[in-house]
């Protein structure tokens, strides 16, 4: 409505959408897609783990001054530029140690349906119905910029979530502890309890963020999608 200000998060979208929203994909050919960034600003990064990303990164490469591209998980890995700020480093160096992070991220999700990977293309029909009928939760992790799943939890959500915080943070020594996200689609309140719990119990951590997922994960995973996001030594 003209005049009227609507802000809502993914829930409100999820509630609002009666079918799971298809993927799609934009064709930009030839398109001068950071004309406007180029003016605007000295530098800018493109980040992505889909063909999408490394096609756009491409294009940037050698077109635009100041366009570096994040390969793979390092979009998960921003939280990094703390420890190489401006002042400190010039932003191609901010950049490469951005990428050096990129083979020591754990990024991983577990998901409570698969609805919307059936409408995304990603999973078949008869797999996302066997799953339903056996009440398997896939737990997907991102290696080597691909997507795959490594483990299938069975049950009650809220019990499998901590069990994939427990294993995923239980006795392990090989992690960085300054920071974990834990990012989400929306979740019931069981489900986060039960997963904050866990990252108290098992994680080492000096700060944790909790963020909403963003547009790729909330469209492809759909609500109830949650991981656990940290950094190897």
Do not use: W
Request: hydrophobic content about 35%; aromatic content about 8%; proline content about 4%.
């Amino acid at each position: 409505m003209k005049g009227v200000n609507v802000i809502f998060g993914s829930d409100g979208v999820y509630n609002r959408l009666k079918n799971c929203p298809v993927p799609s994909m934009p064709v930009y050919g030839n398109t001068p897609i950071f004309t406007c960034p180029q003016n605007a600003y000295n530098t800018g990064a493109v980040s992505g783990t889909s063909k999408v990303g490394a096609v756009v990164g491409t294009l940037s490469k050698g077109t635009v001054s100041g366009i570096y591209y994040l390969t793979g998980s390092a979009q998960n890995t921003v939280s990094g530029a703390t420890a190489a700020s401006a002042e400190e480093f010039a932003s191609g160096e901010i950049a490469a140690k951005l990428n050096d992070l990129t083979p020591r991220v754990e990024a991983s999700f577990l998901l409570d349906q698969l609805a919307y990977m059936v409408k995304g293309g990603r999973c078949s029909a008869a797999a996302a119905l066997g799953a339903n009928l056996l009440n398997l939760k896939p737990c997907i992790e991102v290696k080597d910029g691909k997507l795959g799943v490594v483990k299938k939890y069975r049950g009650n959500y809220a019990k499998c979530l901590a069990s994939y915080v427990k294993e995923r943070l239980a006795d392990r020594e090989d992690l960085m502890g300054d920071i974990l996200f834990v990012t989400h689609t929306p979740v019931t309140d069981d489900c986060h309890a039960a997963v904050m719990e866990a990252v108290s119990q098992y994680g080492k951590f000096e700060t944790v963020y909790e963020t909403d997922a963003g547009c790729t994960v909330s469209c492809h995973c759909g609500p109830g999608t949650l991981g656990v996001l940290f950094v190897r030594k």
